[in-house]
């Protein structure tokens, strides 16, 4: 269904800084995953709350 939606026969577009050439869809897989790293650094743990004394 979602073939349907974007074409994935294309090529892909290239970013082109200095020496590296990375793709498109690999330059925003590699910035998602450094935001949920950076998310997971800054969200609290479940259940982690700071006990104030009773």
Known sequence: ??????N????AG???WGFIDLS???LIVIV???VVFL???V???PG?????RS
């Open 14 to 16: 290239y970013v082109h």
């Open 24 to 26: 498109v869809p690999n």
């Open 48 to 52: 982690h709350r700071r006990r104030g």
């Open 8 to 11: 994935l026969n294309g090529h």
């Open 43 to 45: 969200a609290p743990f």
């Open 1 to 6: 269904m979602f073939a349907a939606i974007i």
């Open 39 to 41: 998310i997971a650094l």
């Open 32 to 34: 998602a995953m450094f």
